[in-house]
């Protein structure tokens, strides 16, 4: 990470010149409503926004609609077991970077992202193909920039070290973000299980 | 009737944990980021620090934090620490590896808000390592109330305050989603609530 910004005092100065920024999982949801225009502002001047679980991207963009649901913990203890996670949008790069096996926990809501959207992993109903919605999505329709929203909270359970998945996660987005803004692949940003990463820990307010 | 302060760190429309206002407490919400910069008088009984709290806004507030604390303040503070907001905490630091084994609990001292739990008490619906899987390195003169696996992790424990008052720290997700709904008797989160106030307001701690 180029540059960590503490949510509460976010400024335009922060997103400057940003290739793309990240909020981080479980941030606070009145202040991504105060920092709303600014988001947007940085996305109509072409920047790349990835909104991260237990945050509303629907308070950036009106287009989507996000549906509250209970949260599914015990899903993996099921008899067979099945998150409803299904990989869309195949040819997407992040499906280089990410197996559909590490973008999947319990669940947190789900998005419907806007139409044109590329879902890259919708939510369907366990052992069926029917669709729900989506747990994230990337969209290029609504501003001259980029919107990526997942319901998924990696950062939060990386650093609560009882769900490995997410540390994959992050593990192989991060790459991907570098890679999709041109910036060198290596080194890897590198998230180790079993450490309490203090700029990952930041990034989350 | 007995006062306890919930801190929170976001999203207003969302109501703390059930939990922590069924102990028998008027409890008040107030924001991290509203409360004082600077030593104050301290007005509550209890202040719960719930899991996923904004730690650099609590670094913020170390002068107001240190002086409850001076004023035998009692706190219960939930979740791994990444940046320490009172001296006497440490960064988490997690079982390397975990297996299952070294996920189970054990009971280090007798503790009347844990000893009458079920076995299991602290299993997530059937899940293990959601309690906790490491801990915040207890202090010296710490009391371990519960340890994990082999290493004996302290996830539970408490300090008691240089003027009555009291520290528990629970390193893990909150302590409310363990045995403390409408209907588990006994109630953990509602114990522990009225243990930590009955402790702090004891004259000697020291048997």
Known sequence: M????????????????RKAAIIACRSDNDLLQAHASLFQAYLEEGGFLIVMGGLRADLIDPRIAYRETPSNFQWFMQAKPDSGHRRRTPG??????????NMQWHRHGYYLAPAGADRLVELCRPHSEERVGDILFDDRGGFKGRLMATTLDPHMHHGGHYIPAATRFLNGFYPWVRAEIGAALFPLPRF?????????????? | MARVLYLRSRNRSEAPPAAYAGAGATLDIVDIADLPDRRAKRRHDLIVIPMQS???????KKAWL????????????????????????????????????DLALQRHSAHPAFDAL?????????????????????????????TLGHGSYAIDWYLEGPN?????????????ACH????????????????????????????
């Open chain 1, 2 to 17: 180029d540059h960590i910004a503490y949510f509460r005092d976010l400024t335009p100065a922060d997103l400057r010149g």
């Open chain 1, 92 to 101: 997407h790069s992040l499906h280089r970077f990410l197996a559909v096996e």
């Open chain 1, 192 to 205: 180790e299980a079993g450490t309490v990463q203090e700029d990952v820990q930041h990034a989350t307010l």
């Open chain 2, 54 to 60: 904004d730690e650099v806004m609590l670094g913020r």
């Open chain 2, 66 to 101: 240190e002086g409850v604390w001076a004023q035998g303040g009692a706190f219960l503070a939930n979740d791994v620490i990444a940046q320490p907001y009172l001296p006497f905490l440490r960064p988490f630091v997690p079982i390397p590896s975990p297996s299952l084994a």
């Open chain 2, 118 to 146: 079920p076995d299991g008490f602290h299993l997530f619906g059937g899940m293990l390592g959601v309690y906790g899987v490491g801990h915040n390195p207890p202090p010296p003169g710490a009391v371990i109330v519960n």
């Open chain 2, 164 to 176: 009555r008052g009291l520290f528990f720290c629970h390193g893990g997700p909150d302590i409310s």
């Open chain 2, 180 to 207: 403390s709904g409408p209907d588990d008797h006994p109630n953990l989160t509602h114990g522990l609530m009225q243990w930590i106030m009955e402790q702090s307001h004891k004259p000697d701690l020291h048997p």
